[in-house]
């Protein structure tokens, strides 16, 4: 079984310019879920799908981040226009259910906003 | 609100010697705990989890860690270290008044001498 991917693995970008994450999660997992860890920070929530749906978006920093989940299945994080800040590892995890559901973790995308 | 604190930011302890990383918790309804792992250049893995069962939870790798109700405690431990547990150790907490979304301690880098 496939775990989850994440693409691209890295990404540098200027400030002001657009960038996409993907993340694809296992499949029949219907919860997806978004973190990141800036430099020297914790891992932080940013949002959370159920199937097609947002959950819950109360960690998404400002409206220059924006995700969706087409049909349930990938997802994408778009952040726009980049700012600095937003350099960082950027996590997807899906899982079956909430609760104590293990949430498993791709490998990450690091972003770098110059 | 729910948080997480890990004691030390970095563990030194030598090979074979006892492992030992604090997580204290704060959550004001019943949580559920974990315990992940990251090896470098790789995504979080679940080493165990706490879920209102047993409050001694053994995990992957050898590990475990108990769940102290009075303490507010989860923390982790291995008998003997090995060189292979070198990584960077994450306490999280989820519960239903975070929608099951993770919160993360900032987490606390092993180093293992030999």
């Known amino acids: 079984e496939a775990g989850v991917t994440q693409f691209p693995s890295h990404s540098v970008i200027e400030k002001g310019q657009t960038v996409t994450l993907r993340c694809d999660p296992i499949?029949?997992?219907?919860?997806l879920y978004w973190y990141r860890r800036v430099m020297g920070k914790e891992i932080k929530f940013l949002l959370h799908f159920v199937k097609e749906s947002k959950q819950d978006e109360s960690g998404m920093p400002n409206n220059r981040f924006l995700a969706e989940r087409t049909g349930g299945t990938y997802s994408t994080l778009k952040v726009q226009p980049a700012e600095l800040e937003d350099s960082g590892v950027y996590f997807c995890?899906?899982?079956?259910?909430?609760?104590?559901?293990?949430?498993?973790f791709g490998p990450g995308t690091r972003l770098t906003v110059t | 609100a729910q948080s997480v604190t890990q004691l030390g930011s970095h563990v030194s302890v030598s090979e074979g010697a006892l492992v030992l990383l604090r997580c204290n918790y704060s959550?004001?309804?019943?949580?559920?705990l974990f315990w992940y792992v990251q090896y470098p250049n790789q995504g979080l893995q679940l080493l165990l989890k706490?879920?209102?069962?047993?409050?001694l939870v053994k995990g992957i790798n050898g590990f475990e860690a108990e769940f102290k109700k009075s303490e507010t405690s989860f923390h982790l431990t291995k008998p003997s270290a090995h060189m292979s547990d070198a990584a960077e150790y994450f306490c999280a907490v989820s519960s239903s008044n975070s929608g099951y979304a993770l919160n993360f301690g900032k987490g606390t880098s092993l180093l293992v001498t030999p």
């Open positions: 499949s029949g997992h219907d919860n």
């Open positions: 706490y879920t209102s069962a047993a409050t």
């Open positions: 995890a899906s899982s079956q259910g909430p609760g104590g559901y293990e949430q498993y």
């Open positions: 959550s004001s309804v019943p949580p559920y």
